[in-house]
């Protein structure tokens, strides 16, 4: 029996542990409550001949290294790199969702977005031409209602889809977000200096570089130990100040701009906003 070890990474509320409930037939408390530590719960499933741990992850709204949520989600992504994980975003409110999907690709993993709430999108009568949108960030997209299990099979059969997809890779096709030329003049630099260090072949440098642009500290300390450290952090604050100067804004507004940006104009494509937010902007 082949398992498939499974994390569930989205925002606080998308509906990451109803969607584990109903999976691993587990009891976990769903709703609004906070103050609980942060750990992940492990439920298992099976499922077409597979059996999957599923893992249950804090809320985040980020990958940075701010709050310990992320933290911990990030070191769960690097330090037990999941088989396949699956990005459970708000179907409803995808523009804000959609930046945690921005960060889970620069790591580059394997990924399936669960478009969860996908019922209230529909009562809605907002319309989303989610392949087409899964096409522009190169991940695959699967309408979901974990409240009630719709959508679930089909998630865990792309879910088996990518695991057995053994660097084939024909369901996703690893994108780059673009954050434009001048930041990526900057991550092209620095990431070039990082591929000739052997030590970093497990790691994608591309992701390394955009952190370290970010003075990111988990990244910091990462890299700290490696003979070309200190030549990395000179480019990197050189680059941080030619970037700054161009675009008039800090690193991190600016990298996080590019990001919506670049969310926004795949929405742009593939949206249609329902009655709801008709009503709020007219
Ligand atoms: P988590 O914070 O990501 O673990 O989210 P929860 O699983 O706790 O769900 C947050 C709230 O959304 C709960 O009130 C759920 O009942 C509700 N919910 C979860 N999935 C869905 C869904 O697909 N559709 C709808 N309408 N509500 C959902
Ligand atoms: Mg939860
Ligand atoms: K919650």
């Known amino acids: 029996r082949k398992r498939i070890n499974v994390a569930l990474v989205g925002n606080p509320n998308s509906g990451k542990t109803s969607l584990f409930n109903i999976a691993s037939g587990s009891h976990e408390h769903v709703g609004n409550y906070s103050g609980v530590t942060v750990g992940a719960k492990l439920g298992h499933m099976r499922y077409k001949g597979y059996e999957f741990n599923i893992y249950d992850l804090p809320g985040t709204y980020a990958l940075s290294a701010y709050t310990p949520e992320e933290v911990y989600v990030r070191r769960q992504l690097f330090e037990h790199t ?8 708000t179907a409803s409110n995808l523009e804000r969702n959609l930046y945690l999907t921005t960060e889970l690709i620069d790591i ?13 999108l529909q009562n ?5 031409d989610y392949r087409l949108l899964g096409e522009l960030l190169g991940v695959p997209m699967v309408p979901t209602v974990s409240k009630t299990g719709k959508g679930i099979d089909e998630l865990f059969d792309t879910v088996i889809a990518l695991y057995e997809d053994n660097g084939q890779d024909t369901l996703s ?8 030329a001048c930041i990526e003049e900057s991550v092209g630099r620095l990431a070039a200096g990082m591929k000739k260090d052997s030590s970093l072949a497990n790691y994608h440098t591309r992701y390394l570089a955009l952190k370290m642009l970010e003075r990111d500290r988990e990244v910091e300390r990462l890299l700290s130990s490696r003979a070309g450290y200190a030549e990395w952090v000179g480019l990197r604050d050189r680059e941080v100040e030619r970037i700054e100067k ?9 990298i996080a701009n590019e990001k919506y940006g670049f969310i926004a104009g795949a929405l742009k ?3 249609t906003p329902g009655t709801h937010e008709k009503e709020k902007t007219t």
């Open 124 to 128: 809605d009568k907002a319309e989303l």
């Open 173 to 180: 096709h690893h994108i780059h977000i673009n954050h434009g």
């Open 246 to 254: 161009e675009l008039g804004e800090d690193i991190e507004t600016a």
């Open 269 to 271: 494509e593939t949206y």
């Open 108 to 120: 580059n993993l394997r990924m399936v977005v669960a478009l969860n709430m996908y019922d209230e």
């Open 82 to 89: 999941p088989d396949v994980v699956v990005n459970v975003v």
